[in-house]
T-cell receptor
Framework: QKEVEQNSGPLSVPEGAIASLNCTYS??????FFWYRQYSGKSPELIMF????GDKEDGRFTAQLNKASQYVSLLIRDSQPSDSATYLC?????????FGTGTSLTVIP | DTAVSQTPKYLVTQMGNDKSIKCEQN?????MYWYKQDSKKFLKIMFS???????INETVPNRFSPKSPDKAHLNLHINSLELGDSAVYFC???????????????FGDGTRLSIL
């Protein structure tokens, strides 16, 4: 079992819709969780991080964490074509930092 | 000002050669990392240094040798390059080591290594 798992997609949503990206992790002691966006041919850039159970909102982005279910998600409201990218989930277990394989998102104009 | 800079951006070379990639960060971070991203886009950590000390050394062939002359620099030397080494190599930095450190990592633009 991989430490961090994501649905590779591709995920397609129409412009203006909500995009929902999901991630599960295996280490129950994981401490912090990050979402990175990576455009094709570019480096990963941090979008959001979350440490506590519940929701955290930043503009059009909401991260949701459920430690009991070992699940973290990212919601993108009012999706724009510029949101089309690969979204990487990353988990800090306290001893290591693991990335998922990423979910490819396409927002259709 | 570039926060994490890597050189070169592109590296095309033949099998068997030795090459180096350099990384510098001007963020004042004390931890630096090397990642390899393969053709399937999987990002895997290779090494991590905290204040010039090696703290993570994943299962990587010993042909790969990191060197950290100071906490702002982390270079990667690769001996006897093989076809399977073709990938994008990312340098990253963060403030604080993992344990208790919730600081995100900031990535360089990557070095695209192609082995002929």
């Amino acid at each position: 079992q991989k430490e961090v798992e994501q649905n590779s997609g591709p995920l397609s949503v129409p412009e203006g819709a909500i995009a929902s990206l999901n991630c599960t992790y295996s280490d129950r002691g994981s401490q912090s969780f990050f979402w990175y966006r990576q455009y094709s041919g570019k480096s990963p850039e941090l979008i959001m991080f979350i440490y506590s159970n519940g929701d955290k909102e930043d503009g059009r982005f909401t991260a949701q964490l459920n430690k009991a279910s070992q699940y973290v998600s990212l919601l993108i409201r009012d999706s724009q074509p510029s949101d089309s990218a690969t979204y990487l989930c990353a988990v800090n277990t306290g001893n290591q930092f693991y990335f998922g394989t990423g979910t490819s998102l396409t927002v259709i104009p | 000002d570039t926060a994490v800079s890597q050189t070169p951006k592109y590296l095309v070379t033949q099998m068997g050669n030795d090459k180096s990639i350099k990384c510098e960060q001007n963020l004042g971070h004390d931890t630096m990392y090397w990642y390899k991203q393969d053709s399937k886009k999987f990002l895997k950590i290779m090494f991590s240094y905290n204040n010039k000390e090696l703290i993570i050394n994943e299962t990587v062939p010993n042909r790969f040798s990191p060197k950290s002359p100071d906490k702002a620099h982390l270079n990667l030397h690769i001996n006897s390059l093989e076809l399977g080494d073709s990938a994008v190599y990312f340098c990253a930095s963060s403030q604080g080591f993992f344990q208790g450190g919730n600081q995100p990592q900031h990535f360089g633009d990557g070095t695209r290594l192609s082995i002929l």
